[in-house]
């Protein structure tokens, strides 16, 4: 795995830096997106710029490479998933509780009508 998902010396650079920091302000960037009423396509542009922003620290702490788009898209797509789960949890939430007479929640991340 060592040069296709990551660059540094050891994998728990990469889970700290990518899944943990990164992890955690994608899934608060989705979350900020669904209270907001943002659409999805919104979401997904505002990942692309905090992939840019993990990268970054892979650079500035680990000197790793700044403008590698193997290890760009990398973090985009897990940053993405974070966002993602974070923006459908957030979503599902907002639905059942103001709209309570209408939908349900069918699992955490989605609902559906009442019956």
Known sequence: ???ILYEEASIWQFLFVSCLLGG????MTGRACAQTWRSYPQLV??????????????????????FSLQYYIVDTVILLVFATLGY???????MVKQYHWLYEKA???SWRAKS
């Open 1 to 3: 795995m060592h040069g």
């Open 24 to 27: 955690w302000a994608a899934w």
């Open 45 to 66: 542009l505002y990942i692309l710029g905090l992939g840019l922003g993990v990268r970054f620290i892979h650079h500035a702490l680990f000197e790793g490479t700044m």
């Open 88 to 94: 459908k949890y957030t979503r599902t939430n907002q």
């Open 107 to 109: 699992s955490p991340l």
